[in-house]
């Protein structure tokens, strides 16, 4: 076992303070016991009892902290060192916190001369005017904000182009720059996959996807959904493009979106064909004329473009990706007739809540195929609108964070009881036969998703069982082992209670639609 | 555009505090900005204003360099109607924007009654209310007359002024002696002892002062303020030690000019026993500094805070002699034993010139002494001045603050920054009672009210489209 210290001789930290470090440190990957305590004798003493000895801790005064750590075997010291310091530094600056913050760019600025990026998230009406004094400050922009207008945005966008600068968003929820996830993202490996997204949520599936499938990524570009749009052209789009096919740390290129305007696709095409690294797109739409005499690879679903881009990645045969997934159909169908079989003869609806804007839209493309008479409140392809988006009606695919359930409410992908009531309401209608349900971890998403999901779930099963019915419970889960909830944790604790989770959400998809095939046979 | 892909990101926060700490929690550096909503949102004013930022900078910057490199001292003294431009028999000057009889509070009312008598025009309040009332004595604000007075700031003609130069731009400002606290005019008292004592700072203390004076020649007044910002004064809640500093010049002058020795104990005594005789003096230098940025086309740098105990009035160097107004606030204070905000006055006088001019509540970093008095901690007090920075185009070449290694005060508002980052000028003040005469009931700090500085930002906006227009 190896032991060693840090002293930092001399400053003034408060107890509070040091208690932070103290739990920082024992959290560091490799350390299997630490201490970080004052020099005073008796907590010498202390450490010296629990085989903390180094001659720096002998040394040490009063006055001065101690951090001490135990290593596991194999663990080299050097690399916990830059930890060590990072948090000294955090700790100190956080002691500094009730100095008084830049209430400016330029100010914070002043602070932080050398930032690049600019993070915005305050009221809509705001935003704008915020995010081009950033630019004009020469830094990059994420607009988390949405209720931007589209002209503000163009002329943003237009002027960022000017300066060679980035603005992702409005209403951009996720990014991931220099491995960095931004707002609401995945904690996922770094890779040679670089990601371009019109859509956050599509993003954050393809990404975790792409890490849990070995994979990583070098960059993910979120632009906002209207960049693809006539109005705006697509410019942050095609820079994101042009800027990954620069990026020598990249060499797949995803494109992510729902379907863009044919303008927008023309450039796309145009940008692509001069470019020598292989690009997948995924625009969840069939008509792919467009594309046709491109260099993109067409996927149907995030999960396929996900793959295709590990296959290329990896320098495998994009083929393997049918097989795999044609396989997969089988296990499905398979799964799908055990789940029918229970269902008795009035279950006949397919009920799929979503939290994920872009999983909606997907799983409607999914389950046109089979499903007729499919209504959703944000309706795709061939869907109906639903007549009150407050009540399923018929096979009913809803987007619990479409702008009017989200009036003065966090967003489900936080806030679950939106849909753990509908759940409810869905889950007593004697037709239901499915619940389909996504789940989105990650930075900024609900913290503890089993603590608000798994009672409600119970609840459910009580009242069908009441009624003497099963009711099958279908559930994406997006994100990753890294992830703050952890996804493997998540998962069992869903399993445990008789969810059946999918790796994805066009799998889970698929595997609704086919009970309710099955079902009709 | 792939720059970024290659350095380390840095990034700055703005809205929603949980993506900070999630930065923080992968050691990536960040600043969260403690954000808030603009006073105004209008985005044509904010347009115009944004297609006009080099000429406003420009005159900013012009309007700033006046301000900074003015330097006031004292060159003499004088009587209000001999030295005072305009001023005249039936003139009384009060603090603030234009205020009638009517709409005075009662410390204004009360320093106007006093006023009356000394001057001899009434023999009793009754008839000194009567004569107010008539319309036979004419108001006018101190500011407009390059005066500057506190609290009621009532200065008539009889009453002796300093006469101060601004070195470098010639311009004059005037000023009356401090009277001392306890009951005394400018917190509206009129007693016989309030009249007896102005009568002997113009029969004694004047005479004496003025002699020194000469005998001294000038007196530098940025010198001593910059030293007493030093010591521990913000000059406009605290000028202990700049009133120390200008004892020490003028005691051996008052007495080397006097054959009087009692007579000129009494004079130094009455200064040294004044911890705020300073305080009109560190008033009409910031006063003299301003008016030399006055009327430079396109600046938006304010040039006047005064409060007339109704109303609180600003003006703006590129909008000329119009005042933006709004009801004046009272102070968030800490009370003398007996006196609770009931009693308040809002707030009043010319002495939020010093904050103006970058002293005062901006530079109470410098003033650790007197952060409890008006409730506060050191740390609250260093707070108030580094926020200041947000509002001001310059740091002063001059004031400079031990405590933030030697920064110099924040300098010029900049009503663009007020309304653009909803943050206002912050003042420290004496708080009067709201009836006449009993005087000052405690002591505490403001911010500024937003409807002046909305006013002002309207008709500033207003003038640089139809200036463009032409």
Not at chain 1, 123 to 137: I, P, V
Not at chain 1, 289 to 312: F, R, W, Y
Not at chain 1, 340 to 360: V, W
Not at chain 2, 79 to 94: D, F, Q, R, S, T
Request: aromatic fraction near 6%; proline fraction near 4%; hydrophobic fraction near 40%.
């Amino acid at each position: 076992m190896n032991i060693i210290s840090f002293i930092k001789r001399g400053e003034y930290i408060d107890s509070i303070s040091i208690m932070l470090i103290a739990k920082r440190v024992a959290e560091i990957e490799g350390v299997t016991d630490s201490a970080a305590v004052m020099g005073t004798a008796e907590n010498k003493a202390m450490l010296k009892a629990s085989g903390f000895v180094t001659p720096e801790i002998l040394q040490a005064g009063e006055m001065d902290l101690i951090v001490a750590l135990k290593l596991r075997d194999g663990v080299e010291p050097g690399s916990i060192t830059a930890t060590v310091r990072a948090i000294f530094k955090t700790a100190k600056e956080q002691d500094g916190e009730d100095t008084l913050l830049p209430q400016s760019i330029e100010s914070a600025l002043k602070t932080l001369p050398d930032a690049n990026l600019a993070m915005i998230s305050v009221a809509g009406r705001y935003a704008g005017d915020l995010a081009m004094k950033s630019l004009e400050q020469g830094l990059h922009v994420m607009l988390f904000s949405d209720n931007v207008s589209i002209e503000e945005e163009i002329e943003l966008k237009k002027f960022a182009s000017s300066r060679h600068l980035f603005v992702m968003g409005p209403d951009c929820g996720t990014a991931i720059i220099n491995g960095v996830p931004l707002a609401f993202a995945n904690v996922v490996d770094r890779g040679n996959i670089g990601v371009v997204a019109a859509s956050g949520t599509g993003l954050q599936e393809v990404s975790c996807l792409i890490s849990n499938a070995g994979c990583g990524i070098s960059q993910a570009i979120g632009t906002g959904g209207r960049d693809v749009t006539k109005e705006v052209g697509g410019v942050m789009f095609i820079e994101g493009i042009r800027a990954l096919a620069s990026d020598p740390s990249t060499h797949v290129v995803l494109l992510v979106s729902k379907p863009p305007a044919a303008e927008v696709v023309k450039k796309i095409v145009s940008v692509a064909n001069g470019i020598q690294k292989p690009i997948v797109s995924v625009f969840l739409d069939a008509s792919t004329a467009l594309l046709k005499d491109s260099n993109i690879v067409q996927a149907s679903t995030l999960e396929e473009a996900a793959l295709l881009s590990v296959a290329l990645a990896k320098n495998e045969d994009p083929a393997t990706v049918g097989k795999l997934l044609k396989k997969r159909r089988s296990e499905i169908a398979r799964i799908a007739k055990t789940e029918a079989a229970k269902l008795s003869p009035k279950q006949k609806y397919l009920r799929a809540l979503y939290s994920g804007g872009t999983f909606c839209d997907e799983a409607q493309l999914i389950c046109q195929a089979d499903l007729r008479d499919l209504h959703s409140n944000t309706p795709f392809g061939s869907s109906k609108k639903l007549r009150d988006s407050s009540r399923s009606q018929g096979h009913t695919i809803v987007d619990l964070g479409d702008d009017e359930f989200t009036v003065g409410k966090p967003h489900p992908m936080i806030d679950y009881s939106t849909r753990n009531k509908r759940i409810i309401t869905d889950a007593e209608d004697p037709e239901t036969a499915v619940l389909l349900l996504d789940i989105v971890l990650g930075y900024g998403a609900n913290m503890s998703p089993l603590d608000d999901i798994i009672p409600v779930i119970q609840q459910m099963r009580t009242i069908t069982a009441h009624q003497k019915r099963y009711l099958p419970v279908i559930c994406s889960v997006t994100g990753t082992d890294r992830d703050p909830q952890n996804r493997s944790a998540v998962a069992a604790g869903l399993q445990a209670k008789g969810v059946v989770v999918m790796e994805s959400n066009a799998a889970a998809s698929t595997l609704a639609q086919a009970i309710i095939s099955a079902k009709e046979r | 555009m792939s720059q970024i892909f290659q350095s380390e990101l840095k990034v700055i926060n703005i809205g929603l505090r949980s993506f900070k700490e999630t930065l923080d929690k992968q050691n990536v550096r960040a600043v969260h900005v403690d954000w808030r909503p603009p006073l105004i949102v209008d985005n044509t004013a904010m347009a115009v204003i944004r297609s006009n930022a080099v000429r406003i900078e420009a005159a900013n910057r012009k309007a700033l360099e006046k301000i900074l490199n003015s330097k006031p001292v004292i060159t003499g003294m004088g009587k209000a109607l001999e030295v005072i431009p305009g001023m005249k028999k039936n003139l009384l000057l009060h603090a603030g924007p234009p205020v009638n009889w009517q709409s005075m509070c009662g410390p204004m009312r009360g320093a106007v009654i006093g006023a009356l008598m000394y001057e001899g025009l009434a023999g009793d309040v009754e008839q000194a209310e009567q004569i107010a009332a008539s319309g036979a004595i004419e108001f006018s604000p101190c500011h407009e007359h390059a005066a500057v007075g506190p609290m009621a700031g009532i200065v008539s003609p009889s009453m002796p002024v300093f006469i101060l130069e601004n070195v470098t731009y010639g311009n004059r400002a005037y000023c009356t002696m401090n009277e001392g606290l306890g009951k005394v005019l400018r917190y509206g008292a009129y007693g016989p002892e309030v009249i007896e004592r102005l009568k002997w700072m113009e029969s004694t203390l004047y005479p004496s002062l003025c002699r020194a004076i000469e005998k001294v020649g000038t007196i530098d007044l940025k010198n001593i303020i910059a030293q007493a910002l030093q010591m521990g004064d913000e000059v406009h809640n605290r000028n202990r030690a700049a009133t120390s500093l200008l004892y020490r010049t003028l005691a051996p002058a008052v007495l080397q000019t006097s054959d009087d020795k009692e007579m000129a104990a009494a004079v130094l005594e009455f200064i040294n026993r004044n911890d705020h005789f300073f305080l009109n003096l560190s008033m009409g230098a910031s006063k003299l500094s301003l008016d030399a940025a006055r009327n430079i086309r396109d600046s938006s740098i304010v040039v006047a805070m005064a409060r007339n105990g109704t109303e609180f009035g600003v003006q703006l160097s590129g909008t000329g002699s119009e005042w933006f107004t709004g009801p004046s606030p009272v102070p968030d204070a800490l009370y003398f034993t007996g006196f609770t905000r009931e009693d308040a006055n809002p707030d009043i006088g010319d002495s939020s010139v010093t904050e103006t001019a970058g002293l005062g509540g901006f530079a109470i970093a410098s003033s650790p002494a007197i952060v409890q008095f008006v409730g506060g901690s050191t740390k609250d007090a260093i707070n108030y001045t580094l926020k200041m920075y947000e509002i001001t185009d310059a740091e002063n070449t001059v004031y400079k603050i031990p405590y933030l290694n030697f920064r110099g005060t924040p300098t010029g508002i900049d009503v663009i920054k007020v309304v653009g980052k909803n943050i206002l000028p912050f003042i420290d003040t004496g708080v009067a009672h709201k009836n006449a005469g009993i005087g000052q009931i405690g002591a505490g700090v403001l911010s500024a009210p937003a409807e002046p500085f909305m006013k002002a930002f309207i008709t500033f906006a207003d003038r640089l489209t139809t200036q463009k227009e032409h």
